[in-house]
Structure formats: C-alpha cells, structure tokens
C-alpha cells in the first residue's frame, strides 16, 4: 500500500519561505515520479511541479518557475518542495502525488497515489 505523508507549510509573509516534505512509504521510492499540485478556495488543483525518476528532469507551471524547487531524497524516500518570494496569490492546499513512470507527468490525471494536504497561506 502506497502511501505518502506530508509535513510543512503554515502561515508566512510575503517574501517569505516555506519547504514542504512528502515522505513516501509502501513502494520502490526510486521508481516513482513525484508531483506538487495545489488547490485556492474555489479554484481546481493546479500543477504546481514535478520531478522524474532522474531528479534532474524537473517541470514547473510558469507562476512559480524561479521560485519553487522541487527535489527528491531516494535514500529518505522523501519528496521536497523549497518555496522562496513566495506571493499571496500562492495561498492554496498543497498536495504531493506519486505514480510508477519515469517522466515528470504534469497532469493530475496521471497520479494514483496522493498526500493529505498541507494549507500554505502567504499574508501581504
């Protein structure tokens, strides 16, 4: 049984940092690609960004592309999300999902497996 356990995130300024973790269990890690999505009050979950199994394949949406890294620790079976200059407008739940490939799949049709949520709330 896949199951992924999120930590992180809070209440932070603009300007601010955050770093959300995704820690995976019940899988070959390794195997798995890895995304970040994120849903605001009222909107659809949105990608926010991916990493493949080569964790030097990486996509990002543009809104965040110099902003947000996203990494991965196969020996921890852990994700990461490093959020910099976030804004308001990044306000939302986070969400990381895991699925068996090797692209950084982009679209949250192609993920199976999904963390709780974690709230990022970013204050001006």
Request: with cysteine; aromatic share 12%.
């Amino acid at each position: 049984q896949v199951q992924l356990v999120q930590s992180g995130g809070g209440l932070v300024q603009a300007g601010g940092s955050l770093r959300l973790s995704c820690a995976s269990s019940g899988h070959t890690f390794r195997t798995y690609v890895v995304g970040w999505f994120r849903q605001a009050p009222g909107k659809e979950r949105e990608f926010v960004a991916s990493i493949g199994t080569n964790p030097t394949n990486m996509e990002y949406t543009g809104s965040v592309k110099g902003r947000f890294t996203i990494a991965r620790d196969n020996a921890k079976e852990t994700a990461y999300l490093q959020m910099n200059d976030l804004k308001p407008e990044d306000t939302a739940v986070y969400y990381c999902a895991a699925e068996y490939g090797d692209r950084p799949y982009v679209s949250l049709l192609a993920y199976k497996y999904w963390g709780q949520g974690t709230q990022v709330t970013v204050s001006s």
